[in-house]
């Protein structure tokens, strides 16, 4: 059997992304980042040694994690800002596009977090790099769009920015201690859609220059 090293390049890819996609079912599963390498070995049914050649170390699997849980939201966030719609109806798209990311990656900002305040410098700056200056860059743009067009109030993107993101870490934050007693966790895919619809209306009310 070809080890990993010798393997063709499509195999050493369908690894990485095993040792990704087994460590995010973890995360979800178990409701936090603390994940061990014996566990995620486990779980993907590969030697953990291997973690070390596609990744370099532990902190390294985790920002590929993130990164590959981010990088369609990025994408479509980069098209939206283009896109010949209202400004009102890009930051909808937005901040449902956002929720969405947080209900299939719930652990996303806590492992943005732990990296960019205790990882290595190289992996910082791939998670500030990639996922939060261009976050923010993008949002930003839509939020002075809707300014400039009179639909939005004339509000701090920053901050913004900040409670947009607080508003989904606390959905989150409420549905693994709420538990069954308040069907969050447990909410139908219907379900968790009309709360999203809510979240995001009462996000754009307050941005919103045509409030009564």
């Known amino acids: 059997m070809l080890s990993d090293v010798e393997a063709p390049k499509n195999l050493r890819g369908d690894t990485r992304l095993k040792f990704i996609e087994s460590t995010s079912a973890l995360m979800v599963e178990m409701g936090s980042t603390d994940v061990t390498l014996l566990q995620i070995a486990a779980r993907s049914g590969l030697n953990s040694a291997l973690i070390k050649y596609h990744f370099?170390?532990?902190?390294?699997?985790?920002?590929?994690?993130?990164?590959?849980?981010?990088?369609?939201?990025?994408?479509?966030?980069?098209?939206?800002?283009?896109?010949?719609?209202?400004?009102?109806?890009?930051?909808?798209?937005?901040?449902?596009?956002?929720?969405?990311?947080?209900?299939r990656h719930p652990y996303i900002n806590v492992l943005c977090q732990y990296i960019l305040r205790r990882g290595e410098e190289k992996y910082r700056q791939e998670i500030e790099k990639k996922i939060m200056q261009p976050f923010i860059q993008f949002q930003n743009?839509?939020?002075?769009?809707?300014?400039?067009?009179?639909?939005?109030?004339?509000?701090?993107?920053?901050?913004?920015?900040?409670?947009?993101?607080?508003?989904?870490?606390?959905?989150?934050?409420?549905?693994?201690?709420?538990?069954?007693?308040y069907r969050v966790r447990g909410m139908s895919q219907t379900e968790r859609l009309e709360y999203t619809h809510e979240v995001v209306n009462m996000l754009l009310y307050g941005i919103s220059n045509n409030r009564p």
């Open 56 to 103: 370099g170390n532990k902190d390294g699997l985790l920002t590929a994690v993130a990164l590959h849980a981010s990088e369609k939201n990025m994408e479509a966030l980069s098209e939206l800002v283009e896109a010949k719609i209202s400004p009102s109806k890009k930051m909808e798209i937005h901040l449902t596009g956002l929720m969405h990311l947080y209900w």
């Open 141 to 181: 743009v839509i939020i002075r769009q809707g300014i400039e067009s009179g639909e939005f109030r004339n509000v701090d993107p920053e901050m913004t920015f900040y409670i947009m993101r607080g508003a989904c870490d606390s959905l989150i934050d409420a549905s693994q201690q709420m538990g069954n007693a």
